[in-house]
């Protein structure tokens, strides 16, 4: 392995939530033995859970992260913003380039991938890692006290000299089991101990099998064209980190973050079997309809499923093959529904509001097909249009959005991101031809609480032309009860749990560890 001439000190900065990503960097970091740490910001009073909080501001939130760069001294400052995060992470490398212009800026992530040249541009950026950096980041920190060569580093648009410097990006890895696991320690250690002791965010892959247009998986089709966007960990080395980390850290619950946990019957079997003798714990996962048969149903059951997530989001396939890039069929999706009833496993069905085109029809339909469906919980969004995706063509085409609108949604600043569904559901955004969303929003969520024959007695009713909204109490405590009947409660508690203790404990996370 080639030295160092110099070693620089890392710090990453993040808000609001677990990111599994920057703990793989974290892990590769801390292998070749360069300086890590992390300051985590729960940013309590300004995030996209509760909005009822959000006009309060964090007064300490600058100071702490001055007093963190004054005592650790890092040389590079990381922020690896999703799109809802992108403006405040800004924000802060600009304090920081004001106090500290020696400091190495440095961003990824899915903001970034998503549109890099617009994230360059940003006077407080000094360099952005496109694409997936567990190995290009090690290359960064060996070549950047070397000026000369640290503009060659594959994947890294670099600012010198009033030049930006755009590198072609480097190979996905192939083989998963290479790189060290996620490193947990570094996060956890700022997160009182009740607050890591429910769920265990893992991914077995990385990739998707999909590109729907709507997801960033949109963009990463194109951002790796040509190279094998899909791979798996073996089973072993999977469990392998969770059996450690359940001696570690003894949580009660795992999430398989994949986009798609397995895509053949085969990989999955080998997976659940040994899941089951070495983990035996509760866990979620995300299959998808067109990729799953009763087998794989019986497996995911008897190895411990207890909730299995299916993306569906428009109910009309002619609507989801144009707009969506999604292929399978109704009659694919009530098979999967009834195989979950069949083996009494916990299912939701994902659907999405706003999209550009779709009438009110297409949502009759969705009420028929998911009353039809009767999965444990619908959960339901209202769009987002990530930029780079390709549903952004759709939105201009359809008149919902315009030039100026793409470009504040490539700057982050598109106000959607920012607004509650709520406000979303109750009219508070603009109008889809004239639909009102909130009143189904109210049949989503009371397709799993009530008889099937209510339901059909409420379209017979078409309670769906209604012109008021329906008020914003009633939706939370509709979704609310539907989250009760799923048991997801766990999902808010822990959210009101890190409000609780990193507020009313002082954020005083050593004496909860």
């Known amino acids: 392995m080639e030295k160092f001439k110099k070693v620089p000190r890392f710090l990453f900065i993040h808000p609001e939530e677990e990111n599994i990503g920057i703990e793989y960097l974290l892990a590769s970091l801390k292998q070749n033995k360069i300086p890590v740490s992390l300051l985590y910001l729960p940013r309590l009073h300004n995030n996209i859970a509760f909005h009822f909080l959000k006009n309060k501001k964090n007064t300490s939130e600058e100071k702490v992260i001055r007093d963190k760069i004054r005592s650790y001294c890092p040389d590079v400052v990381c922020f690896s913003p999703f799109t809802s995060q992108y403006l405040w992470t800004v ?12 400091i190495f800026i440095l961003f990824g992530g899915v903001h970034v991938n998503s549109v890099p040249q617009y994230v360059i541009k940003e006077r407080a950026i000094d360099g952005i890692m496109v694409g997936e950096a567990d190995y290009q980041i090690i290359e960064f920190a060996k070549k950047l006290f070397l000026p000369r060569e640290l503009i060659k580093v594959k994947s890294l648009w670099v600012k010198q000299k009033n030049k930006v410097y755009r590198n072609a990006i480097a190979d996905l890895v192939s083989n998963l089991d290479s790189l060290p696991f996620a490193d947990k320690d570094i996060f956890y250690s700022q997160v009182p101990k009740p607050l890591t002791e429910v769920t265990y965010v893992i991914m077995a892959s990385r990739g998707c099998p999909y590109a729907c247009s ?36 003894h949580f009660r619950m795992v999430e398989f973050f994949d986009d798609v946990l397995a895509v053949d019957e085969k990989r999955l079997k ?13 866990f979620t996962c995300y299959m998808h309809p067109q990729l799953i048969n009763g087998r794989m149903i019986e ?5 411990g499923c207890c909730w299995l997530k299916l993306g569906v989001q428009s109910a009309n396939e002619q609507y989801r093959k144009k707009y969506l890039n999604r292929w399978e069929t109704n009659a694919q999706i009530i098979k999967v529904a009834d195989l979950c009833h069949k083996h009494n496993l916990t299912f939701s069905l994902d659907h999405i509001f706003n999209l550009p085109g779709e009438t009110e029809g297409n949502l009759i339909e969705a009420v028929k097909l998911y009353n039809r469906c009767r999965p444990t919980i619908i959960n339901y969004g209202s769009l987002i249009y990530l930029p780079g995706t390709e549903i952004i063509g759709h939105g201009l ?8 609108d793409v470009e504040m949604i490539n700057q982050g600043k598109d106000p959607v991101v920012h607004m509650s569904n709520i406000e979303l559901f109750s009219h508070r955004y603009k109008k889809l031809n ?13 397709i799993p609480l009530v008889p099937t024959a209510v339901i059909n007695a409420l379209l017979r009713a078409k309670i769906y032309y209604w012109k008021k909204p329906i008020p914003q109490p009633v939706l939370v405590v509709l979704k609310v009860l539907t ?14 749990k890190t409000i609780f203790y990193f507020s009313v404990k002082g954020n005083k996370t050593k004496r909860w560890r």
Do not use: W
């Open 91 to 102: 924000k802060q490398a600009t304090l920081i380039k004001k106090s500290f212009p020696n």
């Open 214 to 249: 709507y997801c960033a998986n949109n963009v990463y089709k194109k951002l790796y064209k040509g190279q094998k966007r899909l791979r798996f960990r073996s089973a072993e080395n999977v469990v392998a980190e969770l059996s450690q980390a359940k001696e570690k850290y």
């Open 270 to 282: 080998i997976l659940m079997d040994l899941y089951f003798k070495r983990v035996g714990l509760p």
């Open 299 to 303: 497996m995911l059951k008897k190895a």
């Open 397 to 404: 085409r359809h008149g919902l959005l315009n030039k100026k």
């Open 434 to 446: 004239n639909i009102n969303l909130s009143v189904f929003a109210m049949f989503f969520s009371l």
């Open 483 to 496: 989250k009760v009947r799923a048991r997801q409660l766990y999902l808010y508690f822990s959210v009101f």
